[in-house]
């Protein structure tokens, strides 16, 4: 066991970098950066109905209207296509 305690992560940035695009090449999927992923989590996150200033203390942001500003737009437009779809099907 290293200093930390088992679950302290020992791996520099570029070690990370490098693991991460050898993964999105085995798996054949195109490149994604994990910032792609941490947005994909917060939207769908405020689009399960969690509540805006959860998801802001799970986003880190220190101001709510940053999470309200970048993500809620999404939301608001993927009820605007829902409505779409309803009115269609």
Not at 26 to 36: Q, Y
Not at 48 to 76: N, S
């Amino acid at each position: 066991m290293r200093d930390g305690g088992p679950f302290v992560l020992h791996a520099e940035l570029s070690n990370l970098r490098k693991k991460w695009e050898r993964i999105i090449v085995l798996a054949e999927i195109p490149a994604i950066t994990r910032h792609d992923l941490r947005r994909t989590a917060i939207t769908r996150a405020l689009l399960a109905g969690v509540a805006p200033p959860v998801v802001q203390r799970l986003a880190g942001h220190k101001d709510i209207k940053t999470t309200m500003d970048h993500y809620f737009e999404v939301e608001k437009e993927e009820l605007r296509r829902g409505r779409l779809i309803a009115k269609v099907g």
